[in-house]
């Protein structure tokens, strides 16, 4: 968390910095200072997202990237107890980014560098083709939700969003990736653009630290389907939602409609 909705929601916010010169930074630690110091007097020229990342595309060709990682989040002309980074611009704009857990991830290169280094993620999970997802599906003999959330295969989701996914499919977590039929994985797609779509039009999930850099709560928490209702019943058959461990994460879905 965040995840992809919740980034893409981000960015959306963040385009409204476009064409503004960051005029001074603080960070409260001096090694991320030395980082971000670097954009002092460069105009943000463009914001993009990949997978979870954002990237703020500067003049002369350079580029920030900023991963929220857990508890990452950016709030416009808002101060926050847990800031890490403050970036001011003309006219007394500020643009706060906070980090409860410190586990955010800042750097700063050239833009051709930056999108070198990121192409060694998996293709984005909102425009990733069908035959594409159904190759990397078959090429993994991970279990399905595992795959899911492995950046390097497809990038974007995570916890949530993958067990929202699968069970959307009623595809069990524990699946092997390679075992799927291809109706199963037109399924798994088709409820991934379901999914993610819809949170996104929700503005992703506030369950705990995320807030759109307006310090607005997304909605989606309200809509979920399976994730964080363990003992709860199932939206779709009435059976007990279990929740298990599944490679050090929670994974939650319904033994009667995603059989093993």
């Known amino acids: 968390m965040p995840e992809l909705p919740e980034v893409y929601t981000m960015a959306e916010g963040l385009r409204t910095l476009i064409g503004k010169k960051i005029s001074s930074v603080?960070?409260?630690?001096?090694?991320?200072?030395?980082?971000v110091k670097k954009s002092k007097g460069r105009k943000i020229t463009g914001v993009e997202?990949?997978?979870?990342?954002?990237?703020?595309?500067?003049?002369?060709?350079?580029?920030?990237?900023?991963?929220?990682?857990?508890?990452?989040?950016?709030?416009l002309n808002q101060n926050d107890k847990?800031?890490?980074?403050?970036?001011?611009?003309?006219?007394?704009?500020?643009?706060?980014?906070?980090?409860?857990?410190?586990?955010?991830?800042?750097d700063f290169k050239m833009?051709?560098?930056?999108?070198?280094?990121?192409?060694?993620?998996?293709?984005?999970?909102?425009?990733?083709?069908?035959?594409?997802?159904?190759?990397?599906?078959?090429?993994?003999?991970?279990?399905?939700?595992?795959?899911?959330?492995?950046?390097?295969?497809?990038?974007?989701?995570?916890?949530?969003?993958g067990d929202e996914i699968l069970w959307k499919a009623k595809v069990h977590p524990e699946r092997l990736a390679n075992s799927l039929s291809e109706l199963e994985i037109k399924k798994?797609?088709?409820?991934?653009?379901?999914?993610?779509?819809?949170?996104?039009?929700?503005?992703?999930v506030s369950i705990q630290d995320y807030r759109d850099i307006f310090g607005r709560m997304g909605e989606y928490?309200?809509?979920r389907l399976v994730y964080g209702r363990g003992g709860k019943k199932c939206k779709r058959c009435g059976s007990s939602i279990q929740k298990i461990k599944l490679a050090q994460r929670s994974a939650h879905f319904c033994p009667k409609c995603q059989v093993l």
């Not at 603080?26 to 980082?35: E, F, S």
């Not at 997202?49 to 709030?75: C, E, Q, Y």
């Not at 643009?95 to 586990?103: I, P």
Request: hydrophobic share 45%.
């Open 82 to 106: 847990y800031e890490r980074i403050v970036f001011r611009f003309g006219g007394g704009d500020f643009l706060t980014f906070s980090d409860k857990r410190r586990f955010a991830r800042v």
């Open 111 to 161: 833009k051709d560098a930056m999108r070198s280094e990121l192409s060694a993620l998996g293709p984005d999970a909102l425009s990733v083709p069908f035959n594409d997802f159904k190759n990397i599906i078959l090429s993994k003999k991970a279990r399905i939700k595992q795959t899911l959330l492995n950046q390097n295969s497809i990038a974007g989701i995570g916890n949530i969003y």
């Open 188 to 204: 798994i797609f088709q409820s991934m653009g379901f999914i993610l779509k819809k949170s996104i039009k929700l503005r992703g």
């Open 26 to 35: 603080w960070a409260d630690k001096p090694n991320i200072l030395r980082v």
């Open 49 to 75: 997202r990949v997978g979870k990342n954002i990237i703020l595309t500067l003049d002369n060709s350079f580029a920030m990237l900023l991963h929220p990682k857990m508890t990452g989040r950016f709030l």
């Open 221 to 223: 928490q309200n809509h």
